[in-house]
């Protein structure tokens, strides 16, 4: 009789480690798939259970961001390189005056070589984004699309504003302006551009590495509908 009691007794316990252990297996496996519903992938379409490949919400959801992002990118680059395209254009068709000195300023020919970048970088970008941005429309997807191409393009952009602006500054001041003119034009310049440039760099390299997917994703969901 000892003997069978001390059996069911280890027998109970072995059961209830069991039961422990199989507790502990669902609540870990439940936090998994909380965690996967929340997380990226890296950008590849897993298979389902009959076989068929299928994408991550949260990859959906960022694949329509980057697109908005592109098509957003390709119109304001695009829009700048006409614009710088014009400028340059009525440049190089100038007919020089006879008695004209042929040699540029140092200033202007900065000037001129800072619009010229700016026209490349505004292409390049323009370019890039209205790439990716058919490649999201005909189906095709990467993460790095977002952290790689998404990324370059709005810094390309950002670089391109920036050079056409001291560009434009330069040129201002192969014109003649007063100093009077000129100090608040670059004081005021130079603060704008400081701000701006260090909020862009915290926003894409620090809020960009703190924000996790279940943050930027619900923002994703209520900007892009």
């Not at 009077?180 to 915290?202: H, K, N």
Request: proline fraction near 1%; hydrophobic fraction near 45%; aromatic fraction near 10%.
């Amino acid at each position: 009789m000892s003997n069978y009691t001390d059996t069911l007794l280890e027998q109970i316990r072995d059961n209830m480690k069991e039961l422990k252990l199989s507790k502990v297996a669902i609540e870990n496996q439940e936090k998994s798939d909380s965690k996967s519903e929340i997380s990226l992938t890296n950008g590849v379409p897993k298979k389902d259970e009959s076989g068929k490949m299928v994408w991550n919400e949260n990859d959906l959801r960022n694949a329509k961001s980057v697109k908005e992002s592109m098509d957003s990118v390709h119109g304001f680059c695009g829009l700048m390189a006409g614009f710088q395209g014009f400028i340059i254009n009525e440049y190089v068709r100038m007919e020089k005056k006879p008695n004209e000195d042929e040699e540029l300023s140092s200033i202007f020919k900065w000037g001129l070589f800072l619009l010229i970048t700016s026209f490349v970088l505004n292409i390049g970008a323009a370019i890039a984004s209205f790439l990716w941005g058919v490649f999201l429309r005909e189906g095709h997807y990467r993460l790095w699309f977002m952290k790689v191409v998404g990324r370059l393009v709005k810094l390309m952009a950002t670089i391109a504003v920036l050079s056409f602006c001291v560009g434009v500054l330069l040129f201002i001041e192969t014109i003649g302006l007063d100093e009077e003119m000129l100090i608040p034009i670059y004081t005021c310049s130079g603060l704008f551009f400081t701000i701006i440039m260090s909020v862009f760099l915290y926003t894409m390299i620090i809020v960009a590495m703190i924000d996790t997917s279940d943050m930027y994703t619900a923002v994703m969901d209520s900007v892009n509908g």
